[in-house]
């Protein structure tokens, strides 16, 4: 008996965020375009605030707001609205600062392997995108990988509340116990998806030591091209 007819498997989870792509650079150039239209457009606040102090400014507004926590783009807007308010600025500035930020965080760069392991993997189970973070997966070099797609702001809750996990199960109809969790992150997406009952792959790119004070991932993998082998050489 191999070990996937023991633990049979129709949907598969995935993160995104250095999962699949790496998060920092895009964030980064994403608020770099911002700052540079800011600079353009509303030299006040360029003048007043640069990228450091912007996303100070983020992070203490997050603080402020607990329970929107999960909602980067709803906390992100607030912040400019926040900001053109204390300088006397129409209010519509927030909303374009916050339109450069979603498509310039769209413009993410996936590891070389991943979009073709997932078309691979699409053919054999349906797979659901369920991010912590804002990237719109239908505007991303990914668009046409995923079968469904979730974010903690549409959901209300980020990993490792279980909203996510429970939203990949409503729409594609297949419990959590038919299903693979795979992501980057020890707590909010392996240990999140073992309570759930998921089966989880670890996504370790760089080599981590997992947590000590964590029960181990069912599986671990350094690309997806090892998960692949690892869900269908079985089959
Ligand atoms: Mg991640």
């Known amino acids: 008996m191999s070990y996937w007819s023991l633990h049979p498997v129709q949907l598969l989870t995935f993160d995104l965020d250095d999962t699949l792509w790496p998060c920092m650079p895009v964030i980064q150039a994403a608020e770099r ?6 600079r353009e457009a509303v030299p006040v606040i360029a003048e007043c605030y640069d990228i450091d102090s912007l996303r100070e400014h983020r992070i203490r507004v ?12 709803g906390i992100r807007l607030h912040g400019y609205r926040h900001l053109a308010r204390r300088h006397g600025l129409d209010e519509a500035i ?11 965080r769209n413009k993410v760069t996936p590891w070389p392997e991943v979009a073709e392991a997932l078309r691979t993997l699409r053919e054999y189970f349906v797979l659901v995108a369920v991010s912590n973070g804002n990237a719109q997966i239908e ?11 979730f974010m903690a702001e549409e959901v209300g809750a980020a990993k490792p509340d279980p909203a996510l996990f429970h939203a990949a199960a409503d729409v ?4 959590l116990s038919r299903a693979v969790h795979v992501g980057d992150d020890p707590h909010r997406d392996v240990e999140a998806a073992r309570r759930m009952g998921m089966q989880t792959v670890w996504v370790n ?6 947590p000590e004070d964590l029960p ?5 993998v350094s690309d997806l091209c090892a998960l692949v082998a690892l869900l269908l050489d079985d089959h």
Request: net charge negative.
């Open 33 to 38: 375009a911002v700052h540079d239209w800011f």
């Open 62 to 73: 997050a603080r402020e707001n607990p329970y929107r926590a999960h909602d980067l783009t």
């Open 94 to 104: 927030a909303e374009q600062a916050n339109a450069i930020f979603r498509r310039e």
């Open 139 to 149: 505007h991303t070099p990914l668009a046409d990988c995923f079968h469904h797609a």
């Open 172 to 175: 594609s109809g297949i419990p």
């Open 205 to 210: 790119r760089n080599g981590m030591v997992w």
């Open 216 to 220: 181990p991932p069912d599986h671990t």
